[in-house]
């Protein structure tokens, strides 16, 4: 199926700009059956902004979500933590960063892009920090457990 953007001048009528096959950001909205709407089954975007506005909107909820998770974990006590549960959380944001990557890319602009993917890597150099200082202080228990027990 071929996108077509034609622009016509409101006095004459005449094309003043054409595109062809246009690159939109396509999706499915959610219906809700109790609503008198129109029920639609696939939204395309092609206007830059609209796209724009629409990829933070939706990177914003999973951020913050996956922020939030993070952040508890991260000030928790470091007797309750286990490794296990930092690493789920890495992979969170692993597949977080590879849905931008792969998906919002080439929708987003340059510098939106390059802002969620710092976002992603501080939130992976935090957990990594954190692992670190947890293996560190079992290793150190152990270490003064077993010199105890000689």
Not at 17 to 39: A, C, Q, T, V
Not at 49 to 67: G, H, P, T, V, W
């Amino acid at each position: 199926m071929s996108n077509y953007l034609v622009k016509r001048d409101s006095t004459t009528g005449k094309i003043i700009y054409m595109e062809y096959d246009l690159e939109g950001y396509s999706f499915k909205p959610k219906n809700k059956s109790n609503k008198p709407y129109i029920n639609v089954s696939n939204v395309t975007i092609y206007e830059r902004e609209m796209i724009d506005n629409l990829l933070a909107r939706k990177f914003q909820k999973k951020f913050d979500r996956l922020s939030q998770i993070i952040m508890n974990f991260l000030f928790q006590e470091d007797s309750d933590n286990d490794e296990g549960d930092f690493m789920i959380l890495l992979d969170e944001v692993a597949r977080l960063k590879s849905i931008v990557e792969l998906k919002y890319q080439k929708f987003l602009s340059n510098q939106e892009y390059k802002d969620y993917i710092h976002k992603l890597d501080f939130l992976d150099t935090q957990l990594r920090q954190k692992i670190a200082m947890v293996s560190y202080k079992r290793n150190l228990e152990y270490q003064v457990e077993q010199g105890r027990s000689r």
